[in-house]
């Protein structure tokens, strides 16, 4: 993508970006609008070329649905019908379609290598001005491998989560641990943005059944579907999951009513007062807030036991960097202190939730690295935090 010869300036939203399409050089008139510097949107905002719209990702198919977000070109990816169903939106079904209703052109690509969801069904509304013949296959991820930390952490979560809940996380080999450490429970159930191979895997052993939800008895319900070519081919035209609008899945008069909703999710940091980022490192944007917010509110909200645990490796850059920190220090809240409830490391769970600013900072404390537990706690005595305490 080099030749910028003639382009008028273009913006192009992208939502995360799991490939290397944008990794070189690209035309002076280019460039992008995202929810986050989620995957490959990274090197674009240290390039420049990345502008963040902060908000949660259920705002997004309003926002294109009001006219906030004008798109004038739509471009969807389409699995063929099939049995007399309509094409289908296939591993994503996110905020296009509420693009494409008022889009000035819609181009649809028709490729039967797309798997055929349930759920994800094209309105019958949508107007394709253009379509395109493709048999490319979609982009797949590599299997995740958990290590001892992934799976020290998948432990403690696992004590954490009770039999009959609802589960929803993010992917990545984090999420795929705290998953692979549940293959003991029972009658979970799946309302997520995401599903991956590890949910998959329990689905196929029969440890999401589905069976206690309230809503959507006996179907794992998402927003999209992330992993290899095996997931690919077992999830097309399967019924046991549907790939639902986000309208539906992360809109909070949805998430109210899911039983026992346990949203788990990743962290950048954490500082002693329970403030989490998980959009920005030393100042450089990177995650963003995606579905976190919609997820974490509506399970620390829930009335049915429901719990918002934010999971992270204790340190960084090889154990040389601690994750916990006394304060952010200029990076994102992206979940305030008022908002926390469990954080986890590999060294233990920080029940947060109803906790004084002195006790959050102990038990956070408590499951840093320990070769920094002397220095945060020192910190934290000078710090005006530490001394109001």
Not at 137 to 158: C, D, F, N
């Amino acid at each position: 993508m080099t030749d910028g010869a003639g382009v008028t300036p273009i913006t192009l939203f992208l939502g995360a970006t799991m490939s290397s399409t944008f990794n070189g050089p690209l035309p002076d008139g280019l460039r992008f609008l995202s929810y986050g510097a989620l995957g490959g949107n990274a090197s674009l905002a240290d390039r420049g070329l990345l502008d963040v719209l902060p908000e949660r990702y259920s705002r997004f198919t309003h926002l294109f649905a009001d006219g906030t977000l004008k798109a004038d070109v739509v471009l969807l990816q389409l699995a063929p019908g099939r049995e007399g169903r309509r094409p289908s939106m296939g591993l994503v079904h996110d905020y296009n379609v509420d693009a494409a209703r008022h889009a000035r052109v819609v181009i649809a690509e028709l490729n039967p290598a797309v798997p055929w969801t349930h759920g994800a069904e094209l309105p019958d509304d949508i107007r394709i001005d253009h379509w395109v013949q493709a048999d490319t296959a979609p982009l797949t991820l590599p299997a995740s491998t958990s290590g001892p930390v992934e799976q020290a952490i998948g432990r403690h979560v696992a004590l954490i989560v009770p039999d009959g809940a609802t589960l929803q996380a993010g992917f990545g080999s984090l999420p795929d641990g705290v998953f692979l450490a549940l293959l003991q429970h029972r009658d979970l159930g799946l309302h997520s943005g995401v599903f991956g191979d590890a949910a998959a895997r329990l689905v196929q052993e029969g440890v999401i059944n589905n069976t206690r939800k309230d809503i959507d008895a006996g179907v794992s319900v998402t927003n999209s579907v992330s992993g290899g070519e095996a997931l690919h081919r077992w999830i097309d035209g399967n019924p046991a999951v549907e790939v639902r609008s986000g309208r539906y899945t992360h809109a909070a008069s949805t998430l109210a009513r899911v039983h026992c909703l346990h949203a788990i999710n990743g962290a950048l940091e954490v500082d002693l007062t329970g403030q989490v980022n998980s959009e920005s490192i030393a100042g450089k944007q990177r995650g963003g807030i995606g579905g976190l917010l919609d997820f974490s509110h509506a399970a620390r909200q829930s009335t049915t036991g429901g719990r918002a645990i934010t999971v992270m490796p204790a340190t960084a850059a090889g154990g040389r960097q601690s994750r916990i920190v006394v304060n952010l220090e200029g990076q994102s809240a992206t979940i305030g202190r008022a908002d926390v409830d469990v954080v986890v490391t590999e060294f233990g769970i920080a029940e947060l939730r109803d906790a004084t600013l002195s006790q959050r900072a102990e038990k956070l404390i408590a499951i840093a690295a320990p070769q920094f537990r002397d220095e945060l706690r020192h910190a934290w005595r000078q710090s005006a935090w530490g001394k109001r305490a």
